[in-house]
């Protein structure tokens, strides 16, 4: 189902997520949680490899940044 790459890039995607939480001071779960489900869905629905599953990681930083925007 998984190739070694696409676990690498779901678990380094992860790592990235986790960090720019802890720096920003935000939930480190739910940013985890939110990196982790979507490179899953991807995946599983659309048979997304490597590169679908790091665009939809950048999109997931995009929404983000734009709710934080938004936001303050």
């Known amino acids: 189902m998984f190739d070694s790459f696409t676990i690498i890039a779901i678990i380094a995607s992860a790592i990235f997520f986790y960090r720019g939480a802890k720096l920003d001071g935000s939930s480190t779960v739910l940013w985890v949680v939110l990196s982790v489900v979507i490179s899953l869905l991807l995946r599983a ?3 997304a490899g490597i ?3 790091l665009l939809g990681q950048a999109g997931l930083f995009l929404g983000i940044t734009i709710f934080r ?3 303050e």
């Open 45 to 47: 629905l659309l048979h």
């Open 69 to 71: 925007v938004i936001r």
């Open 51 to 53: 590169i679908g599953i």
